[in-house]
């Protein structure tokens, strides 16, 4: 049987000081790391936005499937999330007797705090999962390795 070596362990004054700089400075400069590629991306995504040609056409008609293509499906979640919030205040409500209250309730919550939320929600997954389908059917189909040839 041959005596295992194993290498020393690097103790010395100074490898201890450098762990300690690294567990310390670490964190903020993994912060700024992170905060430097979001800044580039923002750059170089108004860059690309200013670069000619400009498409208005693509850009009016993204921004009609985005926005007003949503509207019907964006209305059909809050009705429902109205109707079950309504459903679930008029419970709590009884106990104080002010049922007549619940409208005015769900009214001020839906528009304040739900209604902006489910919104973005619902039009960031219709939109997003078309984007998403579209892309899936290009790669498929071998168009964006004929895009990505012809330069």
Not at 13 to 21: C, Q, Y
Not at 56 to 66: G, M, N, P, R
Not at 90 to 107: D, K, L, Y
Not at 125 to 146: H, K, P, Y
Request: charge should be negative.
């Amino acid at each position: 049987m041959s005596p295992q070596t194993s290498a020393p362990l690097d103790r010395t004054p100074l490898a201890i000081l450098a762990g300690l700089v690294d567990r310390v400075l670490a964190p903020p400069l993994d912060l700024l790391d992170d905060l430097g590629a979001t800044v580039l991306l923002a750059v170089q995504t108004a860059v690309w936005m200013i670069r000619p040609p400009y498409r208005w056409a693509q850009l009016l008609l993204a921004l009609d499937f985005v926005g007003a293509g949503s509207t019907f499906i964006v209305g059909l979640v809050g009705l429902f999330t109205g109707m079950a919030f309504t459903v679930s205040t008029i419970v709590g409500f009884r106990q104080f007797s002010a049922e007549g209250m619940v409208g005015g309730v769900v009214a001020l919550a839906l528009a304040r705090e739900l209604a902006p939320v489910l919104a973005a929600v619902v039009v960031t997954a219709r939109a997003g999962s078309t984007m998403a389908s579209e892309l899936g059917n290009m790669r498929v189909t071998e168009q964006i390795d004929a895009i990505t040839t012809m330069g």
